[in-house]
């Protein structure tokens, strides 16, 4: 789960505490071009306060007039849709003829929620069970695979804790990186355990993990939401770190260097007890091949590897090695 759906979420137990009367709206199914995938939510306040997204502005527009108008009900749960026809498409703001449709649920006992949000911020994955007829929810243990599911008595969709992203080494070029993946919504946490790189992150949104790599891999317990890269270039560091991550279930492992480090960095690693498999997890050198050099170019080539792996898209624009020539005396 995202910060924009946690934040949907927060808002939403914080106004039903407070007494107000409030409708959760969540994007169940599209068709054709839709600005908001299936999952997207709006919690929408009775004064008309909102909370999130469900489209570019339009929907969410005539979401508040119908509450004004008091045109949604107290009570029951309603599937809405949007864009049936062009002219309707057109009306709401949605491109290319477009259709979205939403469950329309007031919410009663918030204590769900509060129950969910205290999960994903341990770092769980989430199902939540939500029965049409009644109103009811339950909240289920989710798996990776798992995905927005809506037939004609329950809606079930999967909340999962924030993407992470965990640095190896606190220089320079992890600032950039720690900047541009917070703006990505990653959860970023740093190991370092040189002191004297540890000083003037006091600002930063980044969480120091304490402890040597090693360790720092092990106590966060490496999951598929999870990217870990090492970045000090100390192979006394990296390769600590690497050790772990690379039998771990993290979906992307990485580690800063040369095409030359990055093949003595695998021939140190092939010395330990890492299958063949594990080492060939390693992405390195890092990032995808855009001409970067100074180290904000570099954080986001890394970034748009790790969006890729994360994405499942292909990574066509890998730097490859240069080929070895004979040379013939």
Not at 11 to 29: D, M, Y
Not at 151 to 161: E, F
Not at 172 to 185: I, P, T, W
């Amino acid at each position: 789960m995202d910060s924009v759906d946690s934040s949907v979420l927060r808002s939403a137990l914080a106004w039903r505490r407070e007494g107000h009367r409030v409708v959760l709206f969540t994007v169940v199914q599209t068709w054709g071009s839709s600005p908001r995938p299936p999952g997207a939510m709006l919690a929408l306040r009775d004064d008309g306060r909102a909370a999130g997204s469900v489209s570019g502005g339009c929907i969410e527009d005539d979401l508040i007039a119908r509450m004004h108008d008091g045109r949604i009900p107290e009570t029951g749960i309603e599937l809405i849709t949007y864009g049936v026809t062009q002219e309707e498409a057109a009306r709401f703001g949605l491109p290319c003829g477009g259709t979205l449709r939403l469950v329309q649920e007031p919410l009663g006992d918030p204590q769900w929620i509060a129950e969910l949000l205290s999960r994903c911020d341990n770092h769980e994955l989430v199902a939540r069970q939500l029965e049409l007829g009644t109103g009811a929810v339950q909240l289920f243990p989710a798996q990776a695979d798992d995905a927005l599911h809506l037939d004609g008595q329950t809606l079930r969709v999967v909340y999962g804790p924030r993407w992470r992203l965990l640095l190896i080494g606190a220089g320079q070029l992890s600032r950039y990186v720690s900047e541009m993946a917070h703006m990505l919504d990653f959860d970023v946490l740093i190991c370092d355990p040189r002191q004297e790189f540890n000083h003037g992150w006091e600002t930063s949104k980044a969480r120091f993990v304490p402890g040597m790599p090693d360790d720092a891999v092990l106590s966060i317990v490496p999951d598929e939401r999870t990217a870990i890269v090492a970045l000090t270039h100390d192979p006394r560091l990296d390769d600590m770190a690497l050790l772990t991550a690379l039998k771990s279930s993290a979906f992307y492992v990485g580690a800063l260097g040369s095409l030359g480090n990055s093949r003595k960095r695998r021939e140190r690693l092939a010395l330990f007890d890492l299958s063949e498999d594990e080492i060939d997890r390693l992405h390195g050198p890092i990032g995808l091949h855009i001409g970067s050099h100074t180290p904000a170019e570099i954080a986001v080539s890394l970034l748009a590897e790790v969006i890729a792996v994360k994405n499942g898209v292909a990574l066509t624009q890998k730097k490859q090695p240069k080929p070895v020539v004979d040379q013939v005396a």
